[in-house]
C-alpha cells in the first residue's frame, strides 16, 4: 500500500504579508483591525503572526515603512530648492488632495490617520514616520525665508493633515481641491521674497 504523500503547505511571504496588512490598516485604521482580521487576511494563526511580525503594532510600523517607500507624496519633487514657495506650498496641498483621494478604499495618508490611533504605541510609530516629511516641510519653508517659519509649517502641517481627515469622510478631489487652493493663496504675504 502505497503512503500518503503529505502536501506541504507552501512558506510564508512575509512582505506580502505586509502588503496585505498595508491596505487594511490603511483602508480601516488600526483600531479597527484586530489581529483575527489580520490572520484571516494573511491566512495564518495568531501564533504565527507574532512568530513573523513580533505584535499587531510592530506589523502595523512595517505597513507604515512600505507606504512611506512607495506610496508616500514625492516631496522632494514638488519642494525643488528653486521653487517659489507659496506655489510650491499650493502645489503640496493639491497634489495632496488628489493623492488622497485616489483610491476608492485607501483615503487620506495612511501615516497622518495612524497619530489618531487609539493605541499609544501606534501612534508614537506613526508620529516617528511623519516627522521625517514634516522635517522636511519645516526646513524648506525656513530656507525660503518664512516671516514667521515655525508659525507657516504649522499651517502647512495642519491643513495636510484636515485634507487627509476630510478625504477618509469622503469629500471629492474636486472640493478638497478648492480648499486647497484656498489654503494655498493665505501663504501670500508669508514669505520675504527680498531675502536673499
Known amino acids: 500500500m502505497e503512503a500518503k504523500i503529505r502536501k506541504r503547505r507552501p512558506a510564508f511571504d512575509r512582505e506580502e504579508g505586509v502588503a496585505i496588512a498595508q491596505g487594511l490598516f490603511h483602508e480601516r485604521g488600526y483600531d479597527a483591525v484586530s489581529v483575527a482580521d489580520l490572520c484571516d487576511a494573511l491566512g495564518i494563526v495568531a501564533p504565527s503572526l507574532y512568530a513573523a511580525y513580533g505584535s499587531k503594532a510592530e506589523l502595523f510600523n512595517r505597513a507604515m515603512g512600505r507606504y512611506v517607500e512607495n506610496d508616500f507624496l514625492p516631496l522632494d519633487d ?44 501606534a501612534r ?36 495636510l493633515r484636515g485634507l487627509s481627515s476630510y478625504a477618509c469622510l469622503g469629500y471629492s478631489t474636486e472640493r478638497l481641491t478648492h480648499c486647497a487652493e484656498m489654503a494655498g493663496r493665505a501663504l501670500e504675504g508669508d514669505f520675504d521674497t527680498h531675502a536673499a
Open 78 to 121: 514638488i519642494l525643488a530648492p528653486d521653487s517659489n514657495p507659496t506655489e510650491a506650498l499650493t502645489e503640496l496641498f493639491v497634489r495632496a488632495t488628489e493623492h488622497y483621494t485616489r483610491h476608492d478604499k485607501w483615503k487620506g495618508c495612511m501615516v497622518t490617520e495612524g497619530m489618531r490611533a487609539d493605541d499609544e504605541t
Open 124 to 159: 508614537t510609530m506613526a508620529a516617528e514616520h511623519a516627522k521625517v516629511g514634516s522635517d522636511l516641510i519645516g526646513t524648506y519653508i525656513r530656507d525660503h525665508h518664512a516671516i514667521d517659519p515655525e508659525r507657516v509649517t504649522d499651517y502647512v502641517l495642519m491643513t
